[in-house]
């Protein structure tokens, strides 16, 4: 039995399970991940977080490992990561005033803003999410120039062509601006994307309508995942891509199907996120 707790971020829900735990599995180890989060066979997510059992990194209080739904191993989840931080505050007694915790893009440091994790089963961050990669060749995505930013670019796809902005969050996103998401197959389109060659590492997909100067609606086609509710670097992207065209404020507010998170790219060049995690259940996952 693979013991685990279920968690989720604006819909967007992790399963999460310590290293230590994974001795039992016999199939290997991508496989095994995306049955765990098959929503028919397994315990159902978008993802899976392990809590690593070494030694974290200088400067991290924990290490983490996250598996997409296929399977595939990404470096960072920007909701997952924060389950992760409530997951250590209401389950494995973490009391400090910071969590800080080290993802395949870097340590993340996270402050609770609210909820007392010694009476609550939701709680509340402020995440410092790094600085974003702009350059094309550091997002990635190959372009007839190499531009330094990639801002309003022209992509055909299937004889369509769209207009998207590029940035890397640790992980790549493609923002593409909507008037709505009725008149558009996003999802087919989100898919398409993902996979086409001018992105080498694939892409996280996320169409954007603006609101006003304050506020975004996105809806998010995810890496390894699909259509999800919400996505933590995904809000980050989208929001950094609107700053980008000049089309909002440098503090932004995401409207996800699921709920809002706030988004702040700051003078220094930080970007920070603020919104919810909340426990779901504790489960045990039969390895046979």
Known sequence: MITFHKFEALGNDFLIVREEELTELQAPLESSMARLCDRHFGAGADGVEVLLAGPPPEGADFAIRLHNADGGETPI?????????????????WD????????????????PVSGDHRQTERMVFRAAMGTP????????????????QVIDQPLSIDGETVRFTATSMGNPHCSIFVDDFESLDWRRLGARIEVDSRFPARTNVEFVRVLDRGMIEVRFWERGCGETLASGTGSCGAAIAAMLNQRTDRTVIVRTVAGELKVEWLPDGTVWQTGEARVVYRGEWSVG
Not at 96 to 111: C, D, M, N, Q, W
Not at 133 to 144: F, G, K, N, S, T
Request: proline share 6%.
């Open 96 to 111: 400090r005033p910071s969590v800080r915790i080290a993802t395949g893009a870097g340590i993340k440091e996270l402050f």
């Open 77 to 93: 989840s920007g909701n997952g990561t924060r389950c992760v931080a409530a997951w250590l505050y209401l389950v494995a007694g």
């Open 133 to 148: 990669r702009l350059a094309a060749a550091e997002i990635p995505v190959i372009l007839p120039q190499q531009l330094e």
